[in-house]
């Protein structure tokens, strides 16, 4: 069950008192997002609107819609980050309390690596210490990276992954804790180590380093395909966290250089039907989410920034090099 940390929210009203406020989360989480809503007006008497259109992360709060609302406060459930505000949305922790002793114990006595990382994300970050202590007594040794930046100890987002990429040369593989092959793809790629998902829904350790090997492949690619393009578009993201617009001007710049043709677009949804609609354009390149590239299927190459700069190595003669192995792919 989720369990929304519905205090902090009541903590910031009671102090700033506002007319009203304004909540999203993700969109398995909404109904929850709904009865928080709820309790607010029932404690408080004030107006609060659940922002149902989707919210990817930190980078995607929809701070604007609550600017257009008029909220006094805006919260944004289930994608916790360090400092636990950003740009004056408030992030609100949401736990699943599922437990992982068993799937950690079915690791434990089978380990396909004994020498680990352990990562999560958001919603099971209260939980790292006791699977670290099941892993421990199977006789698995356990390391947890420090965070950084947005990140805390041991936590990774789809496109962020300094807790792993810092025990690069100290661990064999890496376990990630939830149901997310998203996020366990994302540290596979990041890292080009071995990853499994211990998913404790359906009791299942689950290898995803084929997969993640299969997303590295499809990006590579399309910076192939992309590289025979003659005229690019460069699409700037207009979700608050997603509006890169120097990284997009570099790329036309360095394009033109090398005697491409560039027009410049902005989306907030980056989709394939939204890019039908642009004539004449070979490849695109989009600095606004890395995996919306890697994640999604298109009628033509869709670069993210890691595949526009290895796109840039190839087409000067270069290899494109181990261009996903960073901790961060903007």
Request: glycine fraction near 10%.
């Amino acid at each position: 069950m989720i369990i929304i940390d519905e205090e902090r929210m009541f903590s910031e009203i009671e102090r700033r008192r506002p007319a009203s406020v304004s909540l999203n989360g993700p969109e398995g989480m909404l109904p929850q997002v709904q009865q928080a809503a709820v309790h607010i007006t029932e404690r408080f008497g004030i107006p609060a609107f659940v922002i149902a259109d989707t919210t990817w992360g930190s980078c995607d709060p929809n701070a604007g819609g609550a600017r257009t609302l008029g909220a006094g406060i805006h919260f944004n459930i289930g994608h916790t980050i360090s400092m636990g505000e950003i740009d004056g949305t408030i992030m609100v922790d949401a736990y699943d309390d599922i437990p992982f002793d068993a799937v950690a114990e079915k690791y434990a006595d089978d380990p396909p690596h004994r020498d680990v990382g352990l990562l999560t994300d958001s919603q099971h970050l209260n939980q790292m210490d006791s699977v670290r202590r099941i892993l421990e007594r199977g006789g698995v040794r356990v390391t947890i990276g420090g965070g950084k930046g947005q990140l805390n100890d041991g936590q990774v987002f789809g496109c962020e992954f300094y807790p792993a990429t810092s025990l690069k040369d100290a661990v064999g593989a890496y376990v990630f804790m939830g149901q997310s092959n998203f996020h366990a793809a994302g540290v596979a790629m990041s890292t080009g180590k071995p990853t499994y998902v211990l998913d404790p829904y359906f009791n299942e350790v689950r290898d995803v380093t084929g997969f993640a090997a299969s997303l590295r492949k499809k990006a590579t690619l399309a910076v192939y395909r992309a590289a025979e393009a003659e005229r690019f578009g460069v699409v700037v993201g207009l979700k608050e966290g997603q509006l890169a617009k120097a990284a997009g001007l570099r790329f036309k710049r360095d394009l033109e250089k090398l005697g491409k043709e560039v027009e410049l677009f902005a989306l907030t949804d980056i989709t394939n039907d939204r890019l039908r609609n642009l004539r004449g354009i070979d490849a695109f390149i989009q600095v606004a989410c890395p995996r919306i590239s890697t994640d999604n299927q298109f009628d033509m190459p869709v670069l993210s920034t890691p595949q526009a700069n290895a796109l840039l190595r190839v087409l000067r003669g270069e290899e494109p090099g181990l261009y996903m192995e960073k901790p961060h792919w903007l």
